[in-house]
Nanobody
Framework: QVQLVESGGGLVQAGGSLRLSCAVS????????VGWFRQAPGQEREFVAA????????SYADSVKGRFTISRDGAKNTVYLQMNSLKPEDTAVYYC????????????WGQGTQVTVSS
């Protein structure tokens, strides 16, 4: 199994920044990549960004491209999501997740961290 624990959420004004962290533990040797998803009230969960466990191939949703940056610290087994120029529509619970193959669904999920952007 893989365990993921998110942190770093909070309340920020529009235009501000936050950095989310996802601490990963367990069977990390079997992991292919880590992703960030978010879910706003009354909406479906949506993809935000992803990166391979080796730290390559970053990908982003169009809605966050140019504002968010995903990265990985191998020494700390932690994946970060740097969020700049935040907008009220970025308000959501942000989840970290992992998968073992690019062709497989994300399997393990963290508990989520709340991000609220005020206008």
């Amino acid at each position: 199994q893989v365990q993921l624990v998110e942190s770093g959420g909070g309340l920020v004004q529009a235009g501000g920044s936050l950095r989310l962290s996802c601490a990963v533990s367990g069977r990390t040797f079997s992991m292919y990549g880590v992703g960030w998803f978010r879910q706003a009230p009354g909406q479906e969960r949506e993809f935000v960004a992803a990166i391979t466990w080796s730290g390559g191939l970053p990908s982003y949703a169009d809605s966050v491209k140019g504002r968010f940056t995903i990265s990985r610290d191998g020494a700390k087994n932690t994946v970060y999501l740097q969020m700049n120029s935040l907008k009220p529509e970025d308000t959501a619970v942000y989840y970290c997740t992992s998968r073992n193959s690019p062709s497989r669904e994300y399997r393990y999920w963290g508990q989520g961290t709340q991000v609220t952007v005020s206008s």
